[in-house]
């Protein structure tokens, strides 16, 4: 089955304490990204990626890191979390940037 | 000013009837549009993608756009309870390697 996984799901973690969010996607896709979604702010790109070992920056980076080692993977960094970065959290694919994107189930990050 | 515009809603109608939602997008340059659908508690999905200025027809639902006027919309005709969900409308930024997403519109169809 075609998707994209994103793993934890559910995630509450104190200040400071570095943590990966996982993001696979089983297409072949070459674009992927990362977005934040906040109530009444909507779907904001953090990063996004055109192929591996190519990443920029979205439009809200700060605070976050990304890596694009293999095709398939697209794993979000967070080295010190900080409460300001509690949302939910969207890995996304697609087989290129012009072409439909696919969610994962996303991830909902709770820092205290 | 919002690179996309929404208006957030709710947008309430009887079931059965026409359901337009608009966007508008600041960036002259884009060149592709997306709308999603996300239900609540669930990833947006691909409802609609429009390239060419006109009309673009699916099933009930019907994609328009207009470049000179930086405006996008999507009509969901004879809609259904099934269709309550939150709409995103996207677009590619002109440099062809960001999507931008408009904060949604909320739709209610009332049974």
């Known amino acids: 089955e075609a998707q994209v996984t994103q793993n934890p799901r559910y995630l509450i973690t104190v200040t400071g304490k570095k943590l990966t969010v996982t993001c696979s996607q089983n297409m072949n896709h070459e674009y992927m990204s990362w977005y934040r979604q906040d109530p009444g702010l909507g779907l904001r790109q953090i990063y996004y990626?055109?192929?591996?070992?190519?990443?920029d920056k979205g439009d809200v980076p700060e605070g976050y890191k990304v890596s694009r080692k293999e095709k398939r993977n697209f794993p979000l960094i967070l080295e010190s979390p900080s409460p300001n970065q509690t949302s939910l959290y969207f890995c996304?694919?697609?087989?290129?940037?012009?072409?439909?994107?696919?969610f994962g189930q996303g991830t909902r990050l709770t820092v205290v | 000013q919002k690179e996309v515009e929404q208006n957030s809603g709710p947008l309430s109608v009887p079931e059965g009837a026409i359901a337009s939602l608009n966007c508008t997008y600041s960036?002259?340059?884009?060149?592709?549009f997306f709308w999603y659908r996300q239900y609540s508690g669930k990833s947006p999905e691909l409802i609609m993608s429009?390239?060419?200025?006109g009309d673009k027809e699916d099933g009930r639902f019907t994609a328009q756009l207009n470049k000179a006027s930086q405006y996008v919309s999507l009509l969901i005709r004879d809609s259904q309870p099934s269709d309550s969900a939150t709409y995103l409308c996207a677009a590619l930024s002109g440099g062809y390697q960001k999507v931008t997403f408009g904060t949604g519109t909320k739709l209610q169809v009332i049974p």
């Open positions: 429009i390239y060419s200025n």
């Open positions: 990626s055109m192929n591996v070992e190519v990443t």
């Open positions: 996304a694919s697609s087989m290129t940037v012009n072409t439909e994107a696919f």
């Open positions: 960036d002259r340059g884009s060149q592709s």
